[in-house]
């Protein structure tokens, strides 16, 4: 199994342009999760998806929109990069639809800068 | 709104002691509370989750306590080794609408040899 993966690896963008991160697992997990994490601020929540076919706002989604294409996949989309968008991207998935009680698979990050 | 709270400043100790980290929390009953390791550059790591109805839990080298009157959790690293180096990030979990986890900023450990 691969687990969770991301891309692309690094981006770098300019301020207005869009682009989409992309996050696929493997291990049939019912809920997916888009983090950010900043220098001093630890892991943010952008949004997540607790079931296949619903989205919903975390702490930080202003800029943001996510799309839980299926049950796999789950991307993230910047529609007019603003430089306070610059971090690091973390998808995460667990197995659980609603209760908690199980950990979260990261994938290795999305490096994004916005110049 | 719920808050949580590691130390943010590393935590140096000498290879062969005991590393014991704290986390913090208000405003939130968590069902569950989780410990996670992160190196440099990359995602973070399940280590060991504690049930509120549980005191204390071990894994090999680790302990976790959880005390839900003191809304507090101790991650404990015994026999310390420089390959422990890492931040650790507590996160709480269970008895919210979304299934979500809510991070600390985590601590970053540092073992000298």
């Known amino acids: ?115 | 709104s719920q808050k949580i709270e590691q130390n943010s400043e590393a935590l140096n100790i000498q290879e062969g002691k005991t590393a014991t980290l704290t986390c913090n929390y208000t405003n939130y009953s968590p069902a569950y509370l989780q410990w996670y390791r992160q190196d440099p550059g990359r995602g973070p790591v399940f280590l060991l989750l504690i049930r509120e109805n549980e005191k204390e839990k071990r894994k090999e080298r680790l302990k976790v306590t959880f005390d839900t009157t003191l809304k507090q959790s101790l991650f404990h690293i015994t026999a310390s080794q420089p390959a422990d180096s890492a931040t650790y990030l507590c996160a709480l979990d269970g008895n919210n609408a979304g299934n979500m986890l809510t991070f600390g900023g985590g601590t970053r450990l540092m073992v000298k040899p």
């Not at chain 1, 999760?33 to 943010?44: E, H, S, V």
């Not at chain 1, 296949?52 to 993230?76: H, I, Q």
Request: charged share 15%.
């Open chain 1, 1 to 115: 199994n691969a687990g969770v993966t991301q891309t692309p690896k690094f981006q770098v963008l300019k301020t207005g342009q869009s682009m989409t991160l992309q996050c696929a697992q493997d291990m049939n997990h019912n809920s997916m999760y888009w983090y950010r994490q900043d220098p001093g601020m630890g892991l943010r929540l952008i949004y997540y998806s607790a079931s296949e076919g619903t989205t919903d706002k975390g702490e930080v989604p202003n800029g943001y929109n996510v799309s839980r294409l299926n049950k796999r996949e789950f991307s993230l989309r910047l529609e007019s990069a603003a430089p306070s968008q610059t971090s690091v991207y973390f998808c995460a998935s667990r197995a659980s639809a609603a209760g908690g009680g199980d950990e979260q698979y990261f994938g290795p990050g999305t490096r994004l800068t916005v110049t």
